[in-house]
């Protein structure tokens, strides 16, 4: 917490936790989930800052609030589904050191006269077991998350590792970004040879999901040096913290120094507890930021985390962090415009966007150029056209997925061609078979499409035959009389462009 120099150390090679102290120490509606072993929660550095749920009546063997979990007054062991989160050996009383230790680092009660404080020491712990001796189940880490979100805790601890890729587990941190919640991870030791590895050839999950609210943590040593164990990666890992010789909280009210990735993990854990006392409206992008963007650079861990620094819990709580780049793209919609077949040859679209910004507009596949809401087109020709508009946002997010509308321009009108008896014919048959072919260019025509007449009295349409596949209309009229008769033909088509076609022929003896 306070580097003077002792025990060979750099000066100020530390998370300037006292300076902090100065603008916050924490409060207890600050949650941390600790998922990891259990925590001897009877601890006097602990016992005042464990979550206790609001909704649970201790010790009466009934799930008061139909969570699932019986008497989860202050957390849950998933690793054992009890409501006990201490579970020493009965004979050794050894067990879930690690655990307690992690929760002195975060929240070890300040100003006590006792042992240790942690970095944010009012903040309250929520103790999720799901680790015992041989480790633990991935399908137990997820319940602990699921049960952290629901909870309302807005950041959780996780200072484990080394399980292969799970999608479930991916998706439940996933899900837990989507409620706001920060995701501290350790890195990881290494491998066997207990030298650290990096994370950007060989992942170490959970740390190395690639996730926005997750924070991966080196670990370093006394002199702002990463610890050998410890692993790293300029791409995949995000900061470093004091991992070497740490002293927190054991079990049995006793104290004791520990090393590793996970010691470091639990000072970003109470920064992020220290932040969000301050400033409970951030979600966890925001509390990412304060924490990445005010780390103290230290040329040992250039190139080796993304930030190239050691947290610093004072810079993090007093400066305001840029805004976390906008990389969400915009949405595009089409409010107005032609569809289907119209006639005509102009086209008016107004669009909109989920975000302010501009947008880029084309037609028939041409480039897009910038435009705006309505965009007009004229002398369209008689086709079918296709107009996409793109939403770009003021931080330049183009929406790769253009709205787009498709619609037909025909201002062809219909034909009426091929005319049976022909115009001005003169013929003897006084039961002539009338006939044409009446067709359309741009749609296919249907008999309720077209209207026959002959001598002004129109024709029922169940009275004559159109064939679609050959556009021929026919029709056989009853006996006419010695004289000059007419025949129209209207053909309305999709566009509702019209076609009237009229011509006489002759009844002669």
Same mark, same amino acid.
């Given at each position: 917490?306070?580097n003077?120099?002792?025990?060979?150390?750099?000066?100020?090679a530390?998370v300037d936790?006292?300076?902090?102290?100065n603008t916050s120490t924490?409060?207890p509606?600050?949650?941390v989930a600790?998922i990891?072993?259990g925590?001897?929660?009877n601890?006097?550095?602990l016992r005042?800052n464990i979550?206790t749920?609001p909704?649970e009546?201790?010790?009466?063997?009934i799930d008061?609030e139909?969570?699932?979990y !019986?008497?989860?007054?202050?957390?849950?062991?998933?690793?054992?589904d009890?409501?006990?989160?201490?579970?020493?050996d009965p004979?050794?009383?050894?067990?879930?050191?690690?655990g307690?230790?992690v929760a002195g680092t975060i929240?070890g009660?300040?100003n006590?006269?006792?042992?240790?404080?942690g970095?944010?020491w009012?903040?309250?712990?929520m103790p999720l077991k799901?680790?015992?001796?041989?480790?633990g189940y991935t399908?137990?880490?997820i319940?602990a998350?699921n049960?952290?979100v629901?909870?309302g805790?807005k950041?959780s601890?996780n200072?484990?590792?080394g399980?292969?890729?799970?999608?479930?587990?991916?998706?439940?941190?996933?899900r837990?970004?989507?409620?706001?919640h920060?995701?501290?991870?350790?890195?990881?030791?290494?491998g066997a040879?207990g030298v650290?590895?990096d994370?950007d050839v060989t992942?170490s999950?959970?740390?190395?999901?690639?996730?926005p609210?997750?924070?991966?943590?080196?670990?370093t040593?006394?002199?702002d040096?990463?610890a050998?164990f410890s692993?790293f990666?300029?791409?995949?890992?995000?900061v470093?913290?004091?991992g070497?010789?740490i002293?927190?909280?054991l079990?049995n009210n006793?104290?004791g120094?520990?090393s590793?990735?996970?010691?470091a993990?639990?000072h970003v854990?109470?920064?992020?507890?220290?932040i969000?006392?301050?400033?409970p409206?951030?979600?966890?992008a925001?509390?990412?930021?304060q924490?990445l963007?005010?780390?103290?650079?230290?040329d040992?861990?250039a190139g080796?985390?993304a930030?190239?620094?050691?947290?610093?819990s004072?810079?993090?709580l007093?400066?305001?962090?840029?805004?976390?780049?906008?990389?969400?793209?915009p949405?595009?919609g089409?409010?107005?415009?032609?569809?289907?077949?119209?006639?005509s040859?102009?086209?008016?679209f107004s669009?909109?966007?989920?975000?302010?910004?501009?947008?880029?507009c084309?037609?028939d596949?041409?480039?897009?150029?910038?435009?705006?809401?309505p965009?007009?087109?004229?002398s369209l020709?008689s086709r079918s056209?296709?107009?996409?508009?793109a939403a770009?946002?003021?931080a330049?997010?183009?929406?790769?997925t253009?709205a787009t509308r498709t619609w037909?321009?025909?201002?062809?009108?219909p034909t009426v061609?091929?005319?049976?008896p022909?115009?001005g014919a003169k013929?003897?048959?006084?039961?002539?078979?009338?006939?044409?072919?009446?067709r359309d260019s741009?749609?296919?025509l249907a008999?309720?499409?077209i209207k026959?007449?002959?001598?002004g009295?129109q024709?029922s349409a169940s009275a004559?035959?159109y064939d679609?596949?050959?556009?021929?209309?026919s029709?056989?009229?009853?006996?006419?009389?010695?004289?000059?008769h007419t !025949?129209k033909?209207?053909a309305?088509d999709?566009?509702?462009?019209?076609?009237?076609?009229?011509?006489?022929f002759y009844?002669v003896r």
């Amino acid at each position: 917490m306070n580097n003077t120099g002792q025990n060979d150390g750099t000066v100020d090679a530390d998370v300037d936790a006292p300076e902090a102290w100065n603008t916050s120490t924490g409060e207890p509606g600050t949650v941390v989930a600790v998922i990891d072993e259990g925590i001897d929660i009877n601890h006097p550095d602990l016992r005042d800052n464990i979550w206790t749920n609001p909704g649970e009546v201790a010790g009466n063997g009934i799930d008061d609030e139909r969570n699932g979990y !019986v008497d989860d007054v202050n957390g849950y062991d998933f690793a054992n589904d009890d409501a006990s989160v201490y579970d020493p050996d009965p004979i050794s009383g050894a067990g879930d050191e690690h655990g307690t230790h992690v929760a002195g680092t975060i929240a070890g009660e300040g100003n006590n006269s006792l042992g240790v404080a942690g970095v944010s020491w009012r903040a309250s712990i929520m103790p999720l077991k799901f680790l015992g001796p041989n480790g633990g189940y991935t399908s137990d880490a997820i319940e602990a998350i699921n049960y952290a979100v629901n909870k309302g805790a807005k950041i959780s601890n996780n200072s484990w590792g080394g399980g292969g890729y799970s999608q479930a587990l991916r998706d439940a941190i996933a899900r837990a970004d989507a409620s706001g919640h920060l995701f501290v991870a350790a890195a990881g030791n290494g491998g066997a040879d207990g030298v650290g590895d990096d994370n950007d050839v060989t992942p170490s999950y959970p740390a190395s999901y690639d996730l926005p609210n997750i924070v991966s943590v080196a670990a370093t040593n006394r002199n702002d040096v990463l610890a050998g164990f410890s692993n790293f990666g300029v791409n995949s890992v995000d900061v470093a913290a004091p991992g070497v010789s740490i002293l927190s909280t054991l079990p049995n009210n006793t104290y004791g120094s520990y090393s590793g990735t996970s010691m470091a993990t639990p000072h970003v854990s109470g920064i992020a507890a220290l932040i969000r006392s301050e400033r409970p409206e951030l979600d966890d992008a925001q509390m990412k930021a304060q924490i990445l963007q005010f780390v103290e650079k230290k040329d040992t861990l250039a190139g080796k985390t993304a930030t190239g620094g050691r947290v610093n819990s004072a810079a993090s709580l007093s400066q305001q962090a840029a805004p976390p780049p906008d990389t969400t793209a915009p949405d595009t919609g089409i409010s107005s415009g032609p569809s289907g077949t119209v006639r005509s040859a102009s086209a008016s679209f107004s669009f909109t966007a989920s975000e302010a910004g501009k947008f880029r507009c084309s037609l028939d596949g041409a480039a897009f150029s910038d435009c705006a809401s309505p965009k007009s087109y004229s002398s369209l020709t008689s086709r079918s056209h296709t107009f996409r508009v793109a939403a770009v946002d003021e931080a330049g997010n183009v929406d790769e997925t253009p709205a787009t509308r498709t619609w037909t321009v025909d201002t062809i009108l219909p034909t009426v061609t091929s005319l049976v008896p022909s115009s001005g014919a003169k013929t003897k048959d006084r039961t002539p078979a009338i006939s044409a072919v009446v067709r359309d260019s741009q749609t296919n025509l249907a008999k309720g499409d077209i209207k026959l007449f002959v001598d002004g009295r129109q024709i029922s349409a169940s009275a004559f035959a159109y064939d679609a596949s050959t556009d021929k209309l026919s029709y056989t009229s009853g006996t006419l009389s010695y004289a000059r008769h007419t !025949v129209k033909v209207d053909a309305r088509d999709a566009a509702g462009n019209v076609v009237s076609k009229q011509w006489t022929f002759y009844v002669v003896r």
